[in-house]
């Protein structure tokens, strides 16, 4: 069982920005799409990025294109998640995920169903923003 560990969250000020980390570790072979997903209090889960990891294409949702960049270290089998210019509504616990399914655009679609699919998952990392 793929196991996966976020950290960098915190408490910044509208504007700053963030890091997140997400170690992968046990049989970590052949995964095939990873992701960020966030779910705020009373909100559905949503999709953020994902990155195919073996074609390196990336997707985002439309609200923070732009401003967020996912990327991946292949030899140490982290991601990561650049979040620059913050807002409020960025606040929620930020998940990282991941599956082993390689399917023709299921990385993309995981931005727009929130992450249906995914097989492996963290357990969170808090993100709050302060206006």
């Known amino acids: 069982q793929v196991q996966l560990v976020e950290s960098g969250g915190g408490s910044v000020q509208a504007g700053g920005s963030l890091r997140l980390s997400c170690a992968a570790s046990r049989y970590t072979y052949g995964l095939y799409c990873m992701g960020w997903f966030r779910q705020a209090p009373g909100k559905e889960r949503e999709g953020v990025a994902s990155?195919?990891?073996?074609?390196?294409?990336?997707y985002y949702a439309d609200s923070v294109k732009g401003r967020f960049t996912i990327s991946q270290d292949n030899p140490d089998n982290t991601l990561y998640l650049q979040m620059n210019s913050l807002k409020p509504e960025d606040t929620a616990m930020y998940y990282c995920a991941a599956t082993k399914f390689s399917v023709a655009g299921r990385c993309r679609r995981t931005i727009e169903n929130g992450g249906d699919g995914m097989e492996y998952w963290g357990k969170g990392t808090l993100v709050t923003i302060s206006s």
């Open positions: 990155i195919d990891t073996t074609r390196g294409s990336a």
